[in-house]
């Protein structure tokens, strides 16, 4: 496969999905999935997820609704089943991104829109290594930091507002040169990331029909003047995480909130009822979402009790980045990536089964 970025490693085949017999028991009231499966779930469970047997109801399609993107500078992207850096202007400044455009992509379909965030000190094609987020059919864009960072936190090299722009300018350059069905536009991020695409859900629902953060880091700045509703919310976070602790804490000199409270906060917003069903997708993972939220919403926690400050699934080593003090992260025991599931299955398909709804 040809790349128009020879920086970046060849794309995988699309995500396949492996697994073994699914075994079911009830402990404590709790349901308990389990999987023998090294990596992601078995395709049981993960149907389950898809379908509604755990996770919720298929999304009625004819309800949903178009994000109004509006139109932006024609990018000099890559073809279909290529890669290449992509540049646009957002307030007078350069801003660049990686893009990743299907194999299958073509100019009469609409295709949804991924957009991705690295953590702090994250490039793009790091997180294009260890996410391989490019294997999914979406346009996928990884996006970068002013500094590898992003807005919200307290070492941000940008002010309140300048990356929510950047990504507006982003989303309008894609509608001026692809095909993009605007009702499905989804965004991912990585501890800084992650708490960047939690500021997105608070403050463009609009645009959004879902995002998914891992490792996120919720400092105030990423959770100032949302708005209501917020949009469907998928977090993911280990509890041995030692840099972004599980249960909150400070860094940087700035408190920042809970795994699970971030969450919370988000249901309440949405309307979502306020005890939350619990079950367990394998031994080390219980997923927590709260039901009956407004608007086809979903808000779902994801607790990875193996899980370390790295994107779970991630084989790689990369994953947890500057925040970690070690490129490679995930080969210390102390900030293990877990692999009782894949952050990458798990984020697309909680993404793609949400359209916007008005």
Not at 178 to 200: C, E, H, P, Q
Request: hydrophobic share 35%; glycine share 12%; proline share 6%.
């Amino acid at each position: 496969m040809r790349h128009a970025d020879p920086t970046t490693p060849h794309r995988k085949n699309r995500l396949r999905l492996t697994g073994t017999v699914v075994a079911l028991a009830v402990t404590a009231g709790v349901a308990v999935y389990s999987s023998r499966a090294a990596v992601g779930e078995a395709p049981e469970v993960l149907e389950a997820y898809r379908h509604g047997t755990v996770a919720r109801t298929a999304v009625d399609n004819t309800a949903s609704v178009s994000a109004d993107l509006g139109k932006g500078e024609l990018l000099t992207g890559p073809a279909p089943g290529e890669t290449g850096r992509v540049t646009v202007d957002s307030a007078g400044v350069t801003r660049s991104a990686i893009l990743a455009l299907p194999e299958d992509y073509h100019p009469g379909t609409p295709t949804p829109v991924l957009l991705a965030y690295p953590g702090y000190g994250q490039t793009p094609s790091e997180m294009r290594t260890f996410s391989r987020l490019d294997d999914l059919p979406a346009i996928v864009v990884f996006m970068q930091g002013v500094g590898n960072t992003w807005e919200g936190a307290p070492y941000s090299q940008t002010s309140d507002g300048d990356d929510l722009r950047f990504t507006r300018d982003m989303l309008a350059a894609l509608n001026s040169t692809y095909n993009v069905d605007s009702s499905r536009i989804y965004a991912t991020g990585m501890s800084n990331g992650g708490g960047f695409v939690a500021k997105l859900a608070c403050r463009m629902p609009e645009t959004f029909a879902a995002v998914a953060s891992v490792a996120g880091a919720y400092y105030p700045g990423t959770g100032k003047d949302c708005r209501t509703p917020s949009t469907s919310f998928l977090e993911i976070h280990g509890v041995q995480d030692p840099v972004i602790g599980y249960n909150g804490g400070s860094r940087h000199g700035t408190v920042y909130q809970p795994a699970r409270e971030r969450a919370e906060v988000v249901a309440d917003r949405n309307g979502c009822a306020p005890d939350p069903v619990t079950t367990a997708l394998a031994d080390d993972v219980r997923r927590v979402q709260w039901p009956m939220c407004d608007g086809d919403r979903d808000v779902v926690h994801l607790r990875v009790g193996d899980g370390g400050h790295t994107w779970p699934g991630d084989a790689t080593g990369t994953s947890g980045g500057a925040e970690a003090g070690s490129r490679r992260a995930a080969s210390n025991a102390a900030r293990a990536t877990s692999y009782s599931l894949d952050a990458t299955t798990e984020v697309w398909a909680f993404v793609s089964s949400h359209r916007l709804q008005g």
